[in-house]
């Protein structure tokens, strides 16, 4: 079945202790990307890839890192999470049509709470 | 940064009404997508229109683009309980980067 996983889909942590969220796509996609959704600001892109080896700042990267060693990965990594990164998080993916994503697929989301 | 503004932000309809959701835009697009979001859940693709495209149709889905009013619109016909979901348009923007720009989206819900 084609599909984006995220793991872990809950999360509560505490201010400055380092995590990762998984994100895994088994559709060969190029493209791969990270949103957050709050409320009132609707979904927001931190981080996107085009392929391998290669990533590019959203519209709100601050205290995030990415990174795409292998094609099906893309995890994202708050070095120091604070309390302002408490959101729902989602790892997308698609194909590309020349440089553009054709549908996006989503992953089931990944609730986050810094304390 | 802003590109597709869903119109109204919340809809309240009877089971078996159409529900007609507005995505407007600032600049000009390679393709419109619309998704759909139960709640806390991850959005689902509906339908993508090109550009170059005018109408399109899937089930009781029916899509408009009018590239000249920078303007999409989502018609759910026959609507039912379980159509009710955020509703969302996505813009691929020409000449611009790499990224989809999400809107705010709608709020339908179905009453029945």
């Known amino acids: 079945e084609a599909q984006v996983t995220q793991n872990p889909r809950y999360l509560i942590t505490v201010t400055g202790k380092k995590l990762t969220v998984t994100c895994s796509q088994n559709?060969?996609?190029?493209?791969m990307s990270w949103y957050r959704q709050d409320p009132g600001l609707g979904l927001r892109q931190i981080y996107y890839?085009?392929?391998?080896?290669?990533?590019d700042k959203g519209d709100v990267p601050e205290g995030y890192k990415v990174s795409r060693k292998e094609k099906r990965n893309f995890p994202l990594i708050l070095e120091s999470p604070s309390p302002n990164q408490t959101s729902l998080y989602f790892c997308?993916?698609?194909?590309?049509?020349?440089?553009?994503?054709?549908?996006?697929?989503f992953g089931p989301g990944t609730r986050l709470l810094v304390l | 940064s802003q590109q597709g503004e869903e119109d109204p932000q919340a809809l309240s309809i009877q089971e078996g009404e159409n529900a007609t959701m507005n995505c407007s835009y600032k600049?000009?697009?390679?393709?419109l997508q619309w998704y759909r979001q139960n709640s806390g859940r991850g959005l689902v693709h509906l339908i993508l229109?090109?550009?170059?495209?005018r109408e399109k149709h899937s089930g009781r889905l029916r899509v408009t683009l009018d590239t000249s009013k920078k303007s999409s619109s989502l018609l759910i016909t026959a609507s039912r309980a379980a159509d009710t979901a955020s509703y969302f348009c996505?813009?691929?923007?020409?000449?611009?980067?790499?990224?989809?720009?999400f809107g705010k989206g709608t709020k339908l819900t179905v009453n029945p």
């Open positions: 997308a993916s698609s194909s590309l049509r020349g440089k553009r994503q054709e549908t996006q697929y």
């Open positions: 559709m060969n996609h190029e493209y």
């Open positions: 890839s085009m392929n391998v080896e290669v990533t």
């Open positions: 600049t000009s697009i390679n393709n």
């Open positions: 229109i090109r550009s170059n495209e």
């Open positions: 996505a813009t691929d923007t020409q000449g611009g980067s790499e990224k989809l720009v």
